[in-house]
């Protein structure tokens, strides 16, 4: 008689342990790509309202700068809410701008100038813009001379 051996069965496919490891790897990296992404859209969203912020508050100074002198102190607490922005011609702009507001401060200011030793007159402007729920978005200050005869 033959000795009867048993030879081993090559395994096929995949044991549940495997699979359920496997997934439980796949769900990981999925998750934390997705949370990547996220991340990632919330910055780029507060990216842009920053931007959006920046140049609401430096329209809004250049067209104070280009007052006549006389005039610059009247904006001091002026104030556009959220959602109250409007442009030149008085319509209201839309847009991102929607969710901004912005205020104005005039602050009579002595500048010295240590180089020239000389002390110049004038104000300072500070345009803040602020978004719905309060928060400084951007801040601009600009020294604007007196301008002298």
């Known amino acids: 008689m033959h000795p009867f051996t048993l030879q ?3 395994r096929r496919g995949l044991a549940l342990l495997e699979a359920v490891i496997a997934v439980g790897i ?3 990296s999925v998750a934390a790509i997705t949370s990547a992404i996220v991340s990632g859209q919330q910055q ?3 990216s842009r309202s920053t931007i959006v912020a920046s ?3 430096e329209s809004m100074l250049a067209s104070i700068s280009q007052e006549p002198w006389e005039t610059i102190d009247s904006w001091h607490g002026y104030s556009e809410g ?3 922005i409007v442009d030149a011609t008085g319509m209201s702009i839309g847009g991102d701008w929607n ?3 912005r205020k104005v401060a005039v602050i009579e200011t002595d500048l010295f100038v240590d180089t ?3 002390f110049i007159t004038g104000r300072t402007v500070s345009v803040t813009v602020f978004g719905k729920d309060g928060r400084e978005l951007a801040s601009v200050d600009r020294f604007i001379p007196e301008p002298k005869s």
């Open 116 to 118: 020239l030793q000389v």
């Open 26 to 28: 796949l769900t990981v």
């Open 8 to 10: 081993p069965i090559p």
């Open 99 to 101: 969710a901004i507001g």
């Open 82 to 84: 959220v959602g109250e």
């Open 44 to 46: 780029s969203l507060q």
């Open 55 to 57: 140049i609401a508050a």
